[in-house]
Nanobody
Framework: VQLQACGGGLVQAGGSLRLSCAASGRTFSNYNMGWFRQAPGKEREFVAAIGWSGGSTYYAEFVKGRFTISRDNSKNTVYLQMNSLNPEDTAVYYC?????????????????WGQGTQVTVSS
């Protein structure tokens, strides 16, 4: 699976961004999808995940109520709607695909990674 993330940018605190990740190469609906982020000097961390059908979603505690993950299997795309952004959300955001709904919530054994998109939140 090839993953292409986009939608990052510079936004003021309290603002919103919508990230997209388009998949190609294999059957998108066979894969669970996740979003991770990595801030400068920090390890990559889990943000959100969604099951292959879209029926199951998971979030890191620090984004609950602010971020929403969704997918459109007809467009081979997963989204991350980010609201109420704060400077601590500044990071490179990566999408990921895995056949395991458990693995897609961990950085340790992801099947496929996207290239990352920069999100910068100014105070």
């Amino acid at each position: 699976v090839q993953l292409q993330a986009c939608g990052g940018g510079l936004v003021q605190a309290g603002g919103s961004l919508r990230l997209s990740c388009a998949a190609s190469g294999r059957t998108f609906s066979n894969y669970n999808m996740g979003w991770f982020r990595q801030a400068p000097g920090k390890e990559r961390e889990f943000v959100a995940a969604i099951g292959w059908s879209g029926g199951s979603t998971y979030y890191a505690e620090f984004v609950k109520g602010r971020f929403t993950i969704s997918r459109d299997n007809s467009k081979n795309t997963v989204y991350l709607q980010m609201n109420s952004l704060n400077p601590e959300d500044t990071a490179v955001y990566y999408c990921a695909a895995d056949r395991s709904l458990i693995a897609v919530r961990s950085t340790s054994s992801i099947d496929y990674w996207g290239q990352g998109t920069q999100v910068t939140v100014s105070s």
